[in-house]
Nanobody, 114 residues
Framework: VQLVESGGGSANTGGSLTLSCTIT????????MAWFRQSPGKSREGVAG???????HYADSVKGRFTISRDNAKNALYLQMDSLTPEDTAVYYC??????????WGQGTQVTVS
């Protein structure tokens, strides 16, 4: 099972970026899918998560600015990030969970806001 993120890069304050994550090598769909991030010198933190029902849950720091979504047919996960601030600068990780798989992680994609 592999998770591959894409869509990171640089943005100006107030700008937008969209992250994508594709899961391969899995039969069926994960129970949960989520985005985490880690800034230099800080612990990894949860940004947003979504279950199979599609309901998103967000960290207070991104609520109202970020939107998580998933496409179960494609085993894909997305994160639309709007109104970006320098505090959003981090490496963003895609993650997925299921009972037989545990938690699986992508390699991360850098987001830099200036």
């Amino acid at each position: 099972v592999q998770l591959v993120e894409s869509g990171g890069g640089s943005a100006n304050t107030g700008g937008s970026l969209t992250l994508s994550c594709t899961i391969t090598g899995i039969i069926g769909t994960p129970w949960c899918m989520a985005w985490f991030r880690q800034s230099p010198g800080k612990s990894r933190e949860g940004v947003a998560g979504v279950g199979r029902d599609g309901d998103g849950h967000y960290a207070d720091s991104v609520k109202g600015r970020f939107t998580i979504s998933r496409d179960n047919a494609k085993n894909a996960l997305y994160l639309q990030m709007d109104s970006l601030t320098p505090e959003d600068t981090a490496v963003y990780y895609c993650a997925a969970c299921r009972g037989d798989l545990g938690w699986r992680w992508g390699q991360g994609t850098q987001v830099t806001v200036s």
